[in-house]
């Protein structure tokens, strides 16, 4: 949920509508072409982010990065900055291929079965449909002039996401899936356990939790 509520597919879907707004020389389409080309490099530089800082440090900063981006061109759109807008646009599609991107899909595999898997996967899409379809009756309600109140929505979503992933996101680079299953036995060794790993990220879960093996 926190990827799908970032705002990206507002930019993605909509995007000839929001930077026709923007007052460049550049077309609104020229404009869409430069931010899929960014979306596509960034993805191979947010792969090997994952690989040196794992997963939960990487998506709660660049949500927070999303939460100010969001404001950015929010504030920008309606001010009528431009540039504030393009700039803030491009640096929102970097941050979320560095995070909510991949870490999504990667972290889904890794904590979940199949069918749990399947599900979080069905909800995902639903608000991915659910935000297709609302999109532009809410632009067509508020008038193409105030879509900025659109991306403030989104920056308060992704602020409300924030809180999520630093008391329920655990980190699972380089941990068994015997320790991934038993983080996410949410007893009442959990708050502890959360404790230490943030003290000591490369805590053993058998050494907090159950005793040792």
């Known amino acids: 949920m926190v990827q799908q509520l970032s705002g990206m597919n507002v930019i993605m879907f909509y995007s000839n509508t929001v930077f026709s707004k923007t007052g460049s020389s550049m077309s609104a389409v020229t404009i869409t072409g430069i931010v899929g080309l ?12 994952l690989t040196k800082f794992g997963r939960q ?9 999303i939460v100010l981006l969001n404001v950015m061109i929010g504030i920008s759109f309606q001010s009528g900055w431009g540039s504030g807008m393009i700039g ?11 995070g909510p991107g991949p870490i999504t899909w ?29 999109v532009p009756n809410v632009i067509h309600w508020i008038g193409d002039d105030n879509v900025g109140y659109i991306f403030l929505f989104f920056a308060m979503m992704s602020f409300f996401g924030t809180f999520f992933i630093h008391f329920y996101m655990f980190e699972t680079m380089g941990k068994s899936q015997a320790e991934i299953d038993e983080m996410f036995n949410f007893n009442k060794d959990h708050i502890e356990l959360r404790k230490q790993q943030k003290e000591n990220p490369g805590i053993k879960v058998k050494d907090t939790v159950g005793g040792t093996d």
Not at 57 to 65: E, G, N, Q, R
């Open 106 to 134: 990667l972290y889904m595999a890794e904590i979940m079965q199949d069918k749990a898997q399947g599900i979080a996967t069905m909800l995902n899409w639903g608000i991915n449909l659910l935000i297709s379809y609302f």
């Open 38 to 49: 960014v979306n596509f490099l960034t993805t191979f530089v947010g792969m090997y982010l």
């Open 57 to 65: 440090k990487i998506m709660f900063w660049c949500t927070v990065a």
């Open 88 to 98: 803030g646009v491009f640096a929102f599609i970097a941050v979320f291929e560095f």
